[in-house]
């Protein structure tokens, strides 16, 4: 049913609540897994225009993923990694399209209207503009 997900990761504990489901779902179907990370703080999104090199940030999100796919990895899971710079709606839905994959993974953090006015909604972006099956869990709140 899915030949390969794509979990959109945020490097942060939300991550936790998406990674377990996701596994398990891919190995009840054999499926392959894109991690994907959007790294879009000044440095990322001006990267190639200004020719910069890697951050802190965007280095640490590179050992990130590395270190996700290697734990995955070693539960038999087929995993992949992109580390992608700038608006992440876009390069979700970009990347989903590029390595075809049936279905996007996301955590959501709840936020009511006004959050969502004020932080604006990744998820609702993503689910607006892609024909691609969304899961979408809510993170579990930290103590």
Do not use: W
Not at 110 to 134: A, K, W
């Amino acid at each position: 049913m899915y030949k390969k997900i794509l979990i959109a990761l945020e490097n942060s504990p939300a991550d936790e609540t998406i990674l377990p489901h996701v596994a398990e779902l891919a190995g009840h179907f054999g499926s392959a897994i894109l991690l994907l990370h959007v790294a879009d703080g000044f440095a990322a999104r001006c990267f190639d225009q200004l020719k910069l090199a890697e951050s802190e940030e965007i280095k640490n999100d590179r050992a990130y993923l590395e270190t996700t796919a290697a734990a995955l990895r070693a539960q038999g899971l087929p995993v992949s990694t992109q580390l992608a710079m700038g608006d992440p709606p876009t390069e979700i839905l970009k990347l989903a399209d590029a390595e075809q994959c049936d279905l996007i993974a996301m955590t959501s953090h709840g936020h009511r209207f006004f959050g969502d006015l004020f932080h604006g909604s990744t998820i609702t972006q993503v689910r607006h503009r892609t024909q691609i099956p969304l899961l979408v869990l809510r993170a579990k709140k930290i103590r």
